[in-house]
C-alpha cells in the first residue's frame, strides 16, 4: 500500500503563490511517478502535472504551464506543488496521486484546499 498526505492548501488572493507538500510512504511507493490532480467545485478531478521519480522528468497540463512547478525530493519522499500567479479559477481541492490507473491514479491523498480570491 502507498500512503500519501498533502499539506499547504490555504486562500490567497489572485497573483499570489503557495507551495503543496505530498508526502509518500508504503513499501511499494519506491519509484512510482507521482501527480498532481484539482477539481473545482461541481466538476469532474483534472490532471495538473506528474513527475517521473526515477529521472525528474516532469508534465504539465497546458492550463497551468510556466506557472506551476513540480518537483521532489527524494531524500523525504515529497512531491512539491509550487503554484505561482495564480487565478481564480485554480480554485479547487488538489490531490497528490502515485502510479498510473488509465489516465487516472492508483493512489490518493485526502487532499487539500486552495482558494484563489479575484
Known amino acids: 500500500q502507498v500512503q500519501l498526505v498533502e499539506s499547504g492548501g490555504g486562500l490567497v488572493q489572485a497573483g499570489g503563490s503557495l507551495r503543496l507538500s505530498c508526502a509518500a510512504s508504503?513499501?511499494?511507493?519506491?519509484?512510482?511517478?507521482m501527480h498532481w490532480f484539482r477539481q473545482a467545485p461541481g466538476k469532474e478531478r483534472k490532471f495538473v502535472a506528474t513527475?517521473?521519480?526515477?529521472?525528474?522528468?516532469?508534465y504539465y497540463a497546458d492550463s497551468v504551464k510556466g506557472r506551476f512547478t513540480i518537483s521532489r525530493d527524494a531524500a523525504k519522499n515529497t512531491v512539491y506543488l509550487q503554484m505561482n500567479s495564480l487565478k481564480p479559477e485554480d480554485t479547487g481541492v488538489y490531490y497528490c496521486?502515485?502510479?498510473?490507473?488509465?489516465?487516472?491514479?492508483?493512489?490518493w491523498g485526502q487532499g487539500t484546499q486552495v482558494t484563489v480570491s479575484s
Open positions: 496521486g502515485a502510479g498510473w490507473s488509465g489516465s487516472s491514479s492508483s493512489y
Open positions: 508504503g513499501r511499494t511507493f519506491s519509484g512510482l511517478p
Open positions: 513527475i517521473n521519480w526515477s529521472d525528474g522528468s516532469t
